[in-house]
């Protein structure tokens, strides 16, 4: 069973940075995707930013140009520096990783996704 752990949520002012890490026990270049979700109670959980096998990257438009996501495939990694931090940013945030194969004689696809246990980020003065 693959395990993803967060670390580095906090609380921090608005304006200041943090950066999150996902530490996965298995070898992460063999996820399709990894991804961060955020989530805030009553409200379902958000796509933040996700990152391709080939590093491809995409981001949510209330993200874009202040957060970056990378990863590390030799420590089996992946982080999410988050700058500029907004009051709206407060949320637990989530580690996901997707891996497809495709199996047996009519190749079917079996898809396996993963979940972080999540770290809280609180951005307040």
């Known amino acids: 069973q693959v395990q993803l752990v967060e670390s580095g949520g906090g609380l921090v002012q608005p304006g200041g940075s943090l950066r999150l890490s996902c530490a996965a026990s298995?070898?992460?270049?063999?996820?399709?995707?990894m991804a961060w979700y955020r989530q805030t109670p009553g409200k379902q959980r958000d796509l933040v930013a996700r990152?391709?096998?080939?590093?491809?990257?995409n981001y949510a438009d209330s993200v874009k140009g202040r957060f970056t996501i990378s990863k590390d495939n030799a420590k089996n990694i992946m982080y999410l520096q988050m700058n500029s931090l907004k009051a709206e940013d407060t949320a637990v945030y989530y580690c996901?990783?997707?891996?497809?194969?495709?199996?047996?004689?009519?190749?079917?696809?079996?898809?396996?996704?993963?979940w972080g246990q999540g770290t809280q980020v609180t951005v307040s003065s």
């Open positions: 298995t070898n992460i270049a063999n996820m399709n995707v």
């Open positions: 996901n990783a997707v891996r497809t194969v495709v199996v047996g004689p009519t190749a079917a696809i079996e898809k396996s996704e993963y």
């Open positions: 990152i391709g096998s080939s590093r491809s990257t």
